[in-house]
């Protein structure tokens, strides 16, 4: 039987990982709430004071299923800067992003292809990867139009529930710029299990043990 006591030390550890949140954080929550990681989640944000905005999968982005044409999405409108994830909600965005890329062609393909590999280059710790001014350049150039489909704001993806492939992660985290922090817990630890640290840029680790919790091998 989980207790109240469970819920609020999975809370008070990620609140330890995840810095400075606060009352100006906005959370867009479209997870059900019968999901122990929204239930984790939605503690914390209350915890520290911050928003929550209630939407749903299909509703998610301005081009999800039940979104009318032309008016916004969940994220559109809220503008989060905290949201959590599974990977099949990542997997989509990720997507949907290739897809318009691809439809947009030529000029806009191109340069799109040459800032995510001058960045994925970065982020795999290369010095000839694109930092500094550069980073800017692609931002503004690039990587601004597809941070609005989420919004514009986010600055921290907590993903779980399922192994998050490389690919989609090092995507996101740098069309997005923002970490994706992955998680693994069940509902019998309340999602409390271990937690990657906020600056981790590597992927297929979930973490170390969060101080809430033993890990028996």
Partial sequence: MMSHRNVLATASAVMTIVPALGKKDVYLAYLPLAHILELAAETIISAVGASI???SPL????TSNKIKRGTKGDASALRPTLMTAVPAILDRVRDGVRKNVDAKGGVAKKLFDIAYSRRLAAVNGSWFGAWGLEKLVWDMLVFQKVRAILGGRIRFILSGGAPL??????FINICLGAPIGQGYGLTETCAGGTFSEYNDTSVGRV?????CSFIKV
Wanted: hydrophobic share 15%.
């Fill in 53 to 55: 905005g209630y939407g």
């Fill in 59 to 62: 509703t998610l982005t301005d």
């Fill in 165 to 170: 492939s490389g690919e989609t992660q090092r």
């Fill in 207 to 211: 973490g170390a043990p969060l101080s």
